[in-house]
C-alpha cells in the first residue's frame, strides 16, 4: 500500500491534502525506503505555506496576491509536516511560529474557528485549530523551556478554543455533512490535549456510541460518493480514540499542568518502548474514582498542595483500593508538595507507611535496568501485596516536557518503567474497557451468604475485592451475593456455607478461633484460605497453622481435574482445567506450578491455595504478585461459592455459558449487555 502511495503524482487539484496525508502515512513506520518520498511532500508543503495558512496547491505569485485560504487545508497541511518533523525530517522553527500565529489571529471572538476569513463558529475547524496549536507549542517548547511553575497551562487563544469544545454540546455535535471527517479533527483534538471530557461530555464514548448506531448493514457509513472516506474515517476516530490510556493526570483547582505537556511526550516514549500505541487524559479531581479507572495510573502533580476535601480523599482512597496506582509528583522539586504527599498518604492510608523503595525494587528494572546515583528516587506505600503509591520527591516531568529522551534517558525510562508495574506486562485494556463492574437492577433470582473471615492479622489487604466480586458474581450468575464480615471465633455454618480468610503475614489463630474453624468445616462449610500476595511459605504457614492445627489427623491432598469446582460440573461452573497466572508467577514459577490442596472433613472442606487469589478479585494486574490472573481468579472464586453453596451431590442441568459484556461495548454499563446466567437455587442444607 505503502509503495503504491509512493507512486501516486499528487497533481490533482487537492495536492495540498494529498501530500499531507501521504507524509501522515509515510511517516509511521518512517522506514529508509520511504524518506525521498516524505523529504519531497514535506518541501512541497512548506514552499505551499502563506505565512502558515494552506490553499489546496502551492499557489502561483499572483494567487499568493489574492491570499485564498481556508483552515481545512491548513489543518492537513500542518498535520502532515509535523508528521515529517516527528520522522525526523528538518523543518524550520519559523514555520512553527508562522502556523500559530495563522491560528491565534483567526480565532472568532468566542473562541471558535470557521472555514475561510468569514463566517460562524464549526466543530471542524475548532478542532483544528485546538490541535494545530498543541502542534506548535509542541514543536517550539525547545525553544520556550521552562522550568517555572505556578504559570496558566496554555496561551489564552488555545485555552479559549478548549472552553469552546467544553460549552452545551459543541463537541458531540458532528456535523451533517461530511461527519467522518468532523470525527477525525475532534479525535484530534481530545488526543492532542488528553481531555477526557469537553465540559459535560465524555467526548469519546458519546460519539463512538453515535457512530455504532449509525453503522450500515454492508459495514459502511454514509452512502454517498464520499462512502469510503466517510468510513474510513470513522474506522481511524474508533481505533484511535481507544488506544488504552496510560495515565490520568488529575485537574484540581490550583497549579495542576505546570508541565502541561508531560504526559503527552511520555505517552509517545512509552508507545516506542513497549511498541504499542498508548493514550493519556486528562481527568478532574471532583469527578471520582469511576472516572479515572480506565487507566492503571492516576497522577497528581503540582509544587503546592493540592485543596483536598473528605469526598476528594474518599474518591482517591477508594480508586486506589479499585486496583489503581496513585503516582504523585513534585514539580521543580518542591519540598512542600513533598510534605503534602506524606500527610495525604497517612489521610489516606493510616495503617502503612511511605518508604523510599530500595535500588532493587521491581520498578528499577521492569523495562529498563536503571542503577546507579543518578537514578531519580522514589518514596512508596505498599498494603503488603501491591504498591498503592508512588511519590517522585524530584522533578521527572520538567525532563518529559521538553522532549529529551536522548539527553536525559533516565525520568523517561522510568516513567516507562511505572506504566509496565501498573499493568504487570499484561495485554493492555482498551479505553472503554475498565475493570469497572457495573450494578446489576433486576431482583436476583436467589441470593447467599458468603464470609470474609476477621482475625488478628492482616486480614482486609484489598477492602474492594469483595464489592466488586459480589458485582461480578451478580452478572454472571443472577444470584446476589451477602458479603459479610465474620470474626474467625464467629464462624458459624447456620450464618453462611462458604468463608474466605486471607492475609499478608504470618498469623496463628487461639484455640477458640480454631473451635469454630472445626465445628464450621465438619458441618459442610467451606474455608478458603488464601495467602494475599502469593507469598510460598505464608502459603505453607496457612495449610500447617489452620488447617492442620484444626484437624491434625486429616490428610491434605492436591486438587485436581474431577473437583466440581476445577472441572467446572457444578450448575453455572466453568472449566478451570488450565490455570490462567499473571505474568509475574510465570516469570518467577516457569514450569513449577503449585497446585492447591483440599482437606475434606465431615461434611465440609478446607481448600488452600497456593496463590494469591483476592487480588485476583480487583480485575488489576499490578505487578509482584504471586497469584492468578483476574480471568481465572474470578471465576475460580466463583466456582467455590456455587461449589459450597450448591452442595457437592447437588445434581443440576448444564447451564448456558456466562453472560458477558463483549469487549467492543460502548455501554455505560448500565444494565448487562445481555440477559443474565440463571442458575437453580440451592438445595436445603
Not at 19 to 38: E, F, G, I, K, W
Not at 120 to 132: C, D, F, I
Request: charged share 20%; with cysteine; glycine share 8%.
Amino acid at each position: 500500500l505503502l509503495d503504491r502511495m509512493k507512486k501516486m503524482a499528487m497533481v490533482d487539484d487537492r495536492p495540498v491534502y494529498a501530500r499531507s496525508v501521504r507524509a501522515m502515512a509515510l511517516a509511521v513506520h518512517n522506514r529508509r525506503s520511504d524518506r525521498a518520498t516524505l523529504a519531497d511532500d514535506l518541501d512541497y508543503l512548506l514552499t505551499a505555506s502563506m505565512g502558515g495558512a494552506y490553499d489546496y496547491a502551492n499557489p502561483t505569485k499572483a494567487q499568493r496576491e489574492t491570499s485564498r485560504w481556508d483552515n481545512s487545508n491548513t489543518q492537513y497541511a500542518n498535520l502532515g509536516v509535523w508528521a515529517a518533523a516527528d520522522a525526523g525530517l528538518p523543518v524550520p522553527g519559523a514555520y512553527w511560529e508562522e502556523l500559530e500565529k495563522h491560528w491565534t489571529s483567526r480565532q472568532l471572538p468566542g473562541g471558535a474557528w470557521t472555514y475561510q476569513a468569514s463566517g460562524g463558529p464549526q466543530l471542524t475547524m475548532t478542532a483544528g485549530g485546538v490541535t494545530s496549536l498543541f502542534v506548535a507549542g509542541d514543536m517550539l517548547a525547545a525553544t520556550r523551556a521552562a522550568a517555572g511553575v505556578d504559570k496558566a497551562p496554555f496561551k489564552p487563544e488555545l485555552q479559549r478554543g478548549l472552553d469552546w469544545l467544553a460549552t452545551d454540546d459543541n463537541s458531540i455535535t458532528p456535523p451533517q455533512h461530511h461527519a467522518g471527517y468532523g470525527l477525525y479533527g475532534l479525535e484530534r483534538a481530545g488526543l492532542a490535549s488528553g481531555f477526557k471530557r469537553f465540559g459535560k461530555h465524555d467526548w469519546f464514548r458519546a460519539l463512538a456510541a453515535q457512530v455504532i448506531e449509525t453503522q450500515g448493514k454492508d459495514g459502511s457509513w454514509d452512502g454517498t460518493d464520499s462512502l469510503r472516506a466517510e468510513t474510513a474515517f470513522r474506522i481511524l476516530f474508533l481505533a484511535r480514540g481507544r488506544h488504552p490510556i496510560m495515565m490520568n493526570k488529575l485537574r484540581f483547582d490550583g497549579a495542576w499542568a505546570n508541565r502541561p505537556r508531560d504526559v503527552a511526550k511520555l505517552a509517545e516514549f512509552v508507545y516506542d518502548t513497549i511498541e504499542r500505541p498508548v493514550n493519556w487524559q486528562v481527568a478532574n479531581l471532583e469527578q471520582g474514582w469511576q472516572e479515572w479507572i480506565d487507566a492503571p495510573i492516576a497522577y497528581l502533580a503540582s509544587h503546592d498542595p493540592v485543596p483536598m476535601t473528605d469526598e476528594n480523599l474518599d474518591q482517591l482512597r477508594a480508586y486506589v483500593e479499585n486496583g489503581g496506582l496513585l503516582f504523585t509528583h513534585a514539580d521543580a522539586d518542591s519540598s512542600t508538595f513533598n510534605a503534602f504527599v506524606e500527610d495525604l498518604a497517612r489521610q489516606l492510608f493510616p495503617q502503612f507507611q511511605m518508604r523510599d523503595l530500595p535500588p532493587e525494587h521491581d520498578i528499577y528494572s521492569m523495562v529498563y535496568k536503571l542503577a546507579g546515583e543518578k537514578v531519580p528516587p522514589l518514596r512508596g506505600l505498599s498494603n503488603g501485596t501491591r504498591l498503592l503509591m508512588i511519590h517522585s520527591p524530584t522533578d521527572l516531568a520538567a525532563t518529559w516536557q521538553n522532549r529529551l529522551p536522548k539527553i536525559r534517558p533516565l525520568p523517561f525510562q522510568l516513567g516507562a518503567n511505572l506504566f509496565v508495574y501498573a499493568t504487570g506486562k499484561s495485554p493492555l485494556r482498551h479505553r472503554l474497557d475498565t475493570a469497572l463492574v457495573p450494578d446489576v437492577t433486576e431482583n436476583p433470582l436467589e441470593t447467599f451468604t458468603v464470609a470474609r473471615v476477621k482475625h488478628g492479622g492482616q486480614w482486609d489487604p484489598e477492602p474492594a475485592a469483595w464489592p466488586r466480586m459480589a458485582k461480578w458474581f451478580r452478572r454472571e450468575t443472577n444470584v446476589a451475593l451477602n458479603v459479610v464480615t465474620t470474626d474467625a471465633a464467629a464462624l458459624r455454618r447456620s450464618d453462611t456455607p462458604f468463608a474466605h480468610l486471607t492475609t499478608t503475614a504470618l498469623w496463628r489463630p487461639s484455640e477458640s478461633e480454631l473451635d469454630a474453624i472445626r465445628t464450621f468445616v465438619r458441618e459442610g462449610g467451606l474455608l478458603l484460605l488464601d495467602p494475599a500476595g502469593g507469598s510460598a511459605d505464608l502459603a505453607l504457614a496457612l495449610g500447617r497453622d489452620i488447617a492442620q492445627a484444626a484437624f491434625p489427623d486429616q490428610m491434605v491432598r492436591d486438587v485436581n481435574a474431577s473437583e466440581q469446582f476445577i472441572g467446572g460440573t457444578g450448575a453455572g461452573m466453568v472449566n478451570l482445567t488450565k490455570p490462567l497466572l499473571r505474568v509475574y508467577a510465570v516469570e518467577q514459577l516457569s514450569d513449577d506450578l503449585p497446585t492447591m490442596q483440599i482437606m475434606p472433613v465431615g461434611r465440609g472442606w478446607i481448600v488452600i491455595s497456593k496463590l494469591d487469589l483476592v487480588s485476583g478479585l480487583l480485575g488489576s494486574n499490578t505487578w509482584g504478585i504471586m497469584g492468578y490472573d483476574p480471568n481465572y481468579a474470578q471465576p475460580l472464586m466463583k466456582n467455590l461459592i456455587l461449589f459450597a453453596c450448591n452442595g457437592r451431590s447437588h445434581a443440576a442441568p448444564t447451564l448456558p455459558p456466562p453472560a458477558t459484556t463483549p469487549e467492543s461495548s460502548v455501554s455505560d454499563g448500565a444494565a448487562p449487555a445481555t440477559a443474565p446466567q440463571v442458575i437453580e437455587p440451592p438445595p436445603a442444607p
